[in-house]
């Protein structure tokens, strides 16, 4: 083996596992949205995908748009609830100032 040969990755061509977890998370955070207003699971969607990301550029996985698409979703809900949030103590401030 000369010195410049490198070792094949383990993983290369497999897809990632975490990215398709946080794919469902972001999924499942969606639905719990439209239905019931809360959106808690975005957060640990964000996660999974960053660390799938992480993964994928360490071991050379396939999944990144998965990954891509979960941070997408996971950003958005959350910048919906945040929005959510301010309108609410925002009419709740006006409401009782009347």
Not at 1 to 26: E, H, T, Y
Not at 31 to 56: E, K, P, R, Y
Not at 70 to 86: H, K, P, R
Request: aromatic share 6%; glycine share 12%; net charge positive.
């Amino acid at each position: 083996m000369s010195a410049n040969a490198m070792p094949a990755l383990p993983d290369a061509g497999r897809l990632n596992k975490l990215s398709v977890v946080a794919v469902i998370l972001a999924a499942v955070a969606a639905a719990g949205m439209t239905t019931f207003g809360i959106g808690v699971l975005a957060v640990f969607a964000v996660g999974a995908g960053h660390v799938s990301l992480n993964q994928i550029k360490l071991r050379g996985c396939r999944g990144r748009g998965l990954a891509v698409m979960a941070l997408a979703v996971g950003y958005g809900l959350g910048t919906l609830a945040l929005i959510n949030a301010f309108a609410y103590s925002w009419s709740l401030l006006h409401a009782t100032a009347i």
